[in-house]
């Protein structure tokens, strides 16, 4: 894992090995991408690289809440936007989905061949739960608190439901508008109902 000290001390080089991870990442994908191939498109040593990263798991997790993270004002902007609960758990699902699916790195990261990776990095560690709770957790308790949830829900549980909802769909779900289609009417017909007040 990054050492959070050394990387706050150092941002820039940090942010130049992530950016030259996510090349390399994505021109000779993900079981094939070294350390060293990362190094040399960052111009660093591997000594240098392996002071902030310990192997190729914690650049992929580094990237992974990196891009979470660029993406999540946009994402309360947009959830904000919507009216009512429901909309923002519908919409938000599916776009998020959506981003998922067009995302280069998630792509890869989902892909058959590295679910068991995906899976070890994405849940195993919890950063999809992480990630989830920072988008999710604020939009669901205000959500709560207005009486448009009920109130025995756990919103804690409610966020990590969701991060493995959206993984799914992400990693199985066709990339056309019918799948999408088909993920909204899921979550429109079996997730908002179990959530709101009876």
């Not at 130049?16 to 960052?42: N, P, Q, S, W």
């Amino acid at each position: 894992m990054t050492d959070r000290n050394t990387a706050t001390e150092a941002p820039e080089l940090v942010e130049k090995v992530l950016i030259a991870a996510d090349e390399c990442f994505e021109h000779y994908g993900i079981a094939k991408t070294t350390m060293e191939d990362v190094a040399r498109a960052a111009g660093i040593s591997r000594a240098t690289l392996y002071r902030y990263f310990a192997d190729r798991e914690s650049l992929l997790t580094a990237l992974v809440r990196r891009r979470a993270r660029q993406n999540m004002k946009t994402a309360h902007a947009y959830l904000k936007r919507r009216r009512t609960i429901e909309t923002r758990i519908v919409d938000g699902i599916v776009r998020n989905v959506r981003r998922g699916k067009h995302d280069p790195l998630m792509h890869l990261l989902v892909s058959p061949e590295q679910m068991a990776l995906a899976t070890k990095l994405l849940e195993g560690t919890g950063l999809a739960n992480e990630l989830t709770r920072e988008l999710w957790e604020p939009v669901l308790r205000e959500a709560q608190e207005a009486g448009e949830i009920a109130p025995e829900v756990d919103v804690v549980e409610l966020c990590e439901w969701i991060a493995h909802l959206e993984i799914m769909f992400i990693s199985q779900v066709e990339d056309t508008p019918e799948a999408f289609t088909w993920v909204r009417r899921m979550v429109e017909r079996f997730v908002v109902p179990a959530l709101t007040p009876r």
